[in-house]
């Protein structure tokens, strides 16, 4: 099993709402990762769980909330959102340690916040 | 300050031919840089890799090259087929966990 697996692949929520995105892998890795995308840009790289620690924030707002309650589960926990945080949301894994530091990518989840 | 930059945003290319992507850093404390293919509602897909202290790597019809002193690094990709046609996206690694990514080059395989 070579897969991440997200879900919602679409999410439409107003800007009260409380919401949340998971994403599951069973490659036995022990990093995990929430990445943004918009449209014709690069990923931005949000969080970093290593070991289910949080080992780096990119100095996200707090309204995104990161949980990762086993090593093959990651959730973001999305409140009080704005419209300019509609994007993909991409999730990926990776070995903690060793290699070339490869990522493996789910499809990602749409986000549109009205 | 972008990190890594794809300064193509598109390319096209007769199938058969060779594709030519580009990419250039600016952190010289990258120790890998890795290509990925991304194709419209999927996630990126990891291509290959090159290690900092190489100065290429061969997989098949992909090749990257890295000129550490020009801080660039280039994938090959020959011969080009259509379903090469994606989005490519350059990468560094940064520290043990972090990947910087370029802007992305969308690449057009025409028949």
């Known amino acids: 099993d070579t897969e991440v697996t997200q879900t919602p692949k679409h999410l439409v929520m107003g800007m009260t709402n409380k919401k949340s995105l998971k994403c599951e892998q069973h490659?036995?890795?022990?990093?995990m990762y929430w990445y943004k995308q918009k449209a014709k840009k690069p990923p931005e790289l949000m969080f970093v769980?290593?070991?289910?620690?949080?080992?780096i924030n990119e100095s996200v707002p707090s309204r995104f909330s990161p949980e990762c309650p086993n090593s093959s589960l990651l959730n973001l926990h999305l409140h009080a959102l704005q419209p300019e945080d509609s994007a993909l949301y991409l999730c990926?894994?990776?070995?903690?340690?060793?290699?070339?530091?490869?990522?493996?990518f789910g499809e990602g989840s749409r986000l549109t916040v009205l | 300050d972008q990190q890594v930059k794809q300064n193509s945003p598109s390319l096209s290319v007769q199938e058969g031919r060779i594709s030519i992507l580009n990419c250039d850093y600016t952190?010289?404390?990258?120790?890998?840089f890795l290509w990925y293919k991304k194709y419209p509602a999927e996630g990126p897909t990891f291509l290959i890799s090159?290690?900092?202290?190489?100065d290429k790597n061969e997989d098949g019809r992909f090749t990257v090259f890295l000129n550490k002193s020009a801080k660039h690094l280039s994938l090959h990709i020959v011969p080009s087929q259509p379903g090469d046609s994606a989005v490519y996206f350059c990468?560094?690694?940064?520290?043990?966990?972090?990947?910087?990514f370029g802007q992305g080059t969308r690449l057009t395989i025409n028949p």
């Open positions: 990468a560094a690694r940064q520290g043990a966990q972090k990947l910087v």
């Open positions: 952190n010289s404390m990258f120790d890998y």
């Open positions: 769980y290593s070991y289910e620690k949080l080992s």
């Open positions: 990926a894994s990776r070995r903690a340690s060793g290699g070339t530091g490869e990522l493996f």
């Open positions: 490659m036995g890795h022990r990093a």
């Open positions: 090159i290690s900092s202290i190489k």
